[in-house]
Every structure is written in C-alpha cells, then in structure tokens.
C-alpha cells in the first residue's frame, strides 16, 4: 500500500502562483459568485420586438420620480461641492428651491393629467393587447433564461472544489493510456505506459483514505498493453472487469480477458465472431451487454460498432453511421426518456484530426443521430480526452485538439446535459488542472459524487502520476438534486391534477348517472307498485290454487285408495286365476288318467271274453 498524505493542495487553501490571494480578494471574489444567477445565466433583457403600449405606463411613472428626485440630487450635489456653505447664500437659494420643487410638482400634476386622459380614452381591446404583449414579452424573457445563447449551465462558475491528491507514486506511477473503471465502493486502474515501458499491473483506489494498492492477481493474467479498454458490471454478485484490445508491444490484439473481484483472479474470455485488433477504440458496459465503436487497427481508423452478448459478437444495427473516429469517448447514459450510448470527440484520420461531433446510438431503436441542436458552449474539437456518465449529464475533461503547427493539450471541463440537450463550461481550477491527455475514463465516485483524474500527459507531453479530485461545492449537485425534486414534483402535481380532472369527469358522469338512476327508480318504482298488486293477486290466485290442490290431493287420496282396492281384488281374482288353471290342469289330468283306466277295463272285459269263449269250445 502507499504512503498517502492526508494533505490536499485545494484551490481554495493553495492560492494562485504568485501567491497574490488575500482576504479582500476573496471577499470580493464571493460577491461576484454571489452576483451571479444560481444557473449560471445572464439576466435576461427585454426584446426589441416588446411593444410600447406595455411600456407606456412605467414610462410615465419614470418621469415622475425623475422630476422629483431631480431637486434632491441638485441639493446633494451641492452640499458635496460647498461643505461649509454661508448662511446667506443659503437663505438666497431657499427660495429658488421653493420654486424649483413648486415647477416639479406643476409637471407632476400634468403628467398625472395626461395618464388620467390616456386612461379614459385608452379602449378595452388596447388593454388586452398590452396584457398579452406583456405575457409574451414574459415568455421571451423566460425562454432567455432557459435557452439563451448565454447559458454555461448549472454548473457555470466555480462550482467544484479543486484538490491535487498527493502521494508517493510507488504504486500508481506515471502513465498514459491507461484505462479507469469505478466498479461499487473502488476506482480500479490498468496498464498504460510510460515511453517504451508497458503496465499490466491492477491497481485499486480508495477514494475515502485516497490510498492506492496494487492487486495480486493469482493465476494468469493478460500481458502488459496500452490504448485498451476496460468496463465494470456486477454479475452473479461478484464484481467482473471486462479488459479488451489495445497494443501489445507494438502488436494490436483483440482478446478479451475478466477479472473477478471477489476471487482476485483473471480468465480468458473466449467469443465469437470478435471484432479486428485495434486500440483507440470505446467499450461500455450496459447491464450483461458491451458496446464497442470505432479504434484503430492495421487498416487504419475504423467505423464500426459491435455488440459482445455472452460469447456471441454482432455488428451494430443502424443507417446512419458517425465517420470512423479513433481515441474518442462513448458513455452509456441512462434518463427517463433516454438509454443511448454517446459518442463524442474522437481523432477522424488517426493523425491528429479532431472533431468534437456528439452522436447519440438508441438502444431501444438501435439507430444513430447526430445531435447538433444542442445549445450552449461547445467543447473544442479533441481526442484523447476523459469522460463519465452521473446525474443525467456527461462530463468531458482534457485531450488533445489539433494546431496549424501542432497539436496541443487542453485544459477545461464540459458537461453535455442529455435530457436538456444543451452544453455548458465548468470553469474550475483550469490552472490548477494542467494540460493533461492520454488519460482514461473520468472516474466518478457516487457517494461523494467526486470526479477523480488519474495521470496522463502534461504540457510537456511527459507522462505523469498526478491524481486530481473535483469535489462539488454545496450548490452543484445540491441544485440538481433541487432541480430533480421539483421536476418530480411538479410531475407529481400535474399526475394529481390530471386525476383529479378524471375524478371530476367521472364525478360529472356519476352526478349524471345518479339523476337517470333517480327517473328510473321512479319509474321502477310505479312498476313496482303495480306488481305487488299483480303479486298480491298472483298470491290470491295461489291461495285459490292451493285450496284446488287440497280438494284434488283427497280426491287422488280416495282414488289412491279405490286403486288399491282394486289392485287388492285384481291380485284376489289373479288368484282365483290361478286356482282355477290348477283346477283345470288338475281336471285334465283326471281325465287323462280316466281314459287310462277305461281302456284298461276294456282289454279286461275283452280278455275275459276270449278266456270264457275258449272255455266253452273246451267244454264242447
């Protein structure tokens, strides 16, 4: 771990250069702050197009307190020259002062005159007029203060605390082309270079002590690189740094490698249909999903966007493409009416062209536009510079811009607001920013809401180690978070508005409703009655039913029982029946056996004749 000093060189507490600050100095530095509009805008003046008649009335008032005012300043003047005037002069000029407030009071007697007449002859429509000329005039005037060609923005100055981090640059060293990723609770740092010497340490940052500690990565871990790329994400609960492309001695590479925070470890990561070797290029992490655009590599500067989904690369959907750009910017910024990537700045030929062109890529409609309507200061065209995404805006610090002779380094701090679509300078510690470039991404720290540079070049083009923290005052974010408060409540009074016109609507069709419900129950009502008369004739006839019913119910009881009766006497007669068939059946047989037995007796009788005849021939 390094040693740190607690000590912090502010631009507040370290004064300029020459050491020419003082009390009085700031003193009257807090009055110009404090004469200054809280939203950085000048105060608006009225347009040339404004009409007179609204005019007419402060006019006259003006002439007014201008002729009586006009005694006393002439009285001041004249007590300033003579401080020790004679009493009789003095007694001389009494009267001619009488006379003089007499006049101004005469003209003031004719100008109320006058506005009496104009007032009687002014119509109603000329009042209407004036009414509305001076709501327009209003309008104007606001529209100025939201959208004038003066407006630096919320933040316009100073409106950070500037410090300069001191520490030993044991382990974070001087570099350029190095790349920053602020992933939870640490500012994460790797690689760069430092002339012909190449980093593939992992150094984190504390922002809370400003301590540095370099990470010991177990295992394999990616060769040293520079002009890379670097994203954080949460996955799995785990902390990922995604590491991509850049220059490995002098050779430009396209393999992907992840570092796990948890574990301390890295591992290759293995795609498909990855996209060629470059450096220069912008990655950023949306959720599981990385963007890449543009770079370098050994065919020149490339135009190209890809999408890395798991293991699968795809190209970037769109027509409308941006010029191929290198060492450019891309944020992912994320409002409530924008989710896009922004691409700003970059180097258009890979030799110092600069161009500070801001486009915009929808990852809803996956479609480019160029957004040049934005009003407010533009930044200067560069390339190597550093940018962040946090509390709707993108902030742009440092780079390069190209020169007739040159290319120089810049030294300044722009923020693009996305929902506002305007630009606007933060005008802080310039000089105490120094030139720097070659840097990567602005790391901003969400709980203290510090912006924090690490290394780069100077304005000697020599890498260094210096690290700059840019602190919001009390007014900066605490305004934004006021101008996010109102903006939400105002979305919630027109939310409560907009229902309450709903509840009066359906409150108007209830009233409706309940007068139709109330002529119906008066209708149903009469229907009503006439049923329960038709009821209690229904009940009349029920009544009468049911007395039928009771005389029918005994008559079906003495049928019932007459039923039964007869059904006694049927099964009584199916016996008889049945007797009768066995008596008959019995006859038969009797019968049957009589005829049996009379042909029995008849062989008998014929027997016994035949034995008597055979007798009597035996006899003879």
């Not at 007499?102 to 109320?112: H, Q």
């Not at 790329?229 to 991509?244: A, D, H, P």
């Not at 430009?252 to 570092?259: D, E, M, R, V």
Request: with cysteine; aromatic share 8%.
């Amino acid at each position: 771990m390094s040693d740190i000093s607690d000590f912090s060189e502010s631009a507040f507490s370290k004064g300029d250069s020459d050491g020419s600050w003082t009390e009085d100095e700031g003193a009257k530095q807090k009055k110009k702050s404090a004469k200054r509009s809280l939203f950085g805008l000048g105060k608006a003046s009225k347009t040339a197009d404004e009409p007179d008649a609204g005019k007419s009335d402060s006019a006259d008032k003006n002439i007014e307190t201008s002729d009586k005012a006009a005694p006393k300043e002439e009285t001041k003047k004249a007590e300033a020259t003579n401080e020790e005037p004679k009493k009789a002069e003095s007694t001389k000029e009494e009267p001619k002062k009488a006379e003089a407030t007499k006049a101004v009071e005469k003209k003031a007697e004719a100008t109320k005159a006058v506005e009496k007449k104009a007032d009687t002859k002014q119509p109603a429509d000329t009042k209407a007029d004036q009414a509305s000329s001076k709501k327009e005039s209003a309008r104007s005037e606001s529209s100025k203060l939201v959208y004038g060609d003066s407006a630096s923005g919320i933040l316009s100055p100073p409106d950070f605390f500037f410090s300069s981090i001191v520490h030993d640059g044991k382990v974070f060293t001087a570099r350029t082309e190095h790349v920053v990723v602020q992933l939870e609770d640490t500012i994460y740092i790797w690689g760069g270079r430092q002339s012909d010497t190449m980093y593939n340490d992992l150094i984190s940052f504390d922002p809370p002590s400003n301590t540095f500690s370099t990470i010991a990565a177990e295992g394999s871990k990616p060769p040293a690189r520079s002009g890379a790329s670097l994203v954080g994400r949460i996955e799995g609960g785990r902390g990922i740094l995604t590491l991509w492309g850049g220059e490995e001695k002098d050779e430009l590479t396209n393999k992907a490698w992840n570092f796990d925070t948890k574990t301390n470890t890295w591992s290759k990561l293995t795609t498909k249909s990855t996209p060629s070797a470059r450096k220069g290029h912008s990655l950023c992490s949306n959720s599981d999903t990385l963007y890449l655009f543009g770079g370098v590599d050994a065919t020149g500067v490339k135009e190209d966007g890809y999408v890395l989904k798991k293991d699968m690369w795809t190209r970037l959907k769109g027509d409308k493409v941006p010029p191929a750009r290198c060492f450019h910017t891309a944020t992912i910024a994320k409002t409530e009416k924008v989710n896009a990537m922004i691409v700003f700045g970059g180097d258009l030929s890979g030799n110092g062209r600069a161009t500070n062109d801001l486009w915009r890529y929808d990852l809803r409609d996956e479609e480019w536009r160029l957004i040049d309507s934005a009003s407010g200061e533009t930044p200067a065209p560069r390339f190597k510079h550093a940018s962040a995404f946090y509390e709707g805006r993108v902030w742009i610090c440092g780079g390069q811009t190209s020169g007739w002779f040159t290319i120089y380094e810049v030294s300044d701090f722009f923020a693009y607001d996305v929902s506002g679509n305007y630009w606007f300078k933060c005008d802080v510690a310039a000089k105490q920013l120094g030139y720097h470039s070659n840097f990567g991404p602005l790391a901003l720290f969400p709980q203290t809401k510090a912006l924090y540079v690490f290394g780069g070049s100077s304005s000697y083009g020599k890498p260094t180690s210096d690290v700059y923290r840019l602190a919001p005052v009390c007014t900066t974010f605490s305004v934004l978070d006021v101008r996010r408060d109102v903006t939400e409540t105002a979305t919630e009074v027109k939310q409560v508005r907009e229902e309450v016109e709903k509840s009066a609507a359906t409150a108007a069709k209830v009233m409706e409703f309940v007068e139709k419900l109330e002529k119906n129950m008066s209708v149903a009502s009469g229907k009503v009655s006439d049923l329960s008369r038709s009821v209690n004739d229904f009940q009349k006839e029920i009544s009468s039913m049911v007395a039928n019913s009771t005389s029918c119910m005994e008559s079906v009881e003495q049928v019932r029982k007459k039923l039964d009766n007869i059904e006694g006497k049927f099964v009584a007669f199916a016996q008889l029946e049945r007797r009768c068939e066995l008596i008959e059946s019995s006859i038969t047989e009797l019968l049957r056996k009589l005829d049996e037995k009379a042909d029995r007796s008849a062989l008998r009788k014929i027997t016994d004749h035949i034995q008597i005849s055979d007798t009597d021939e035996d006899s003879d």
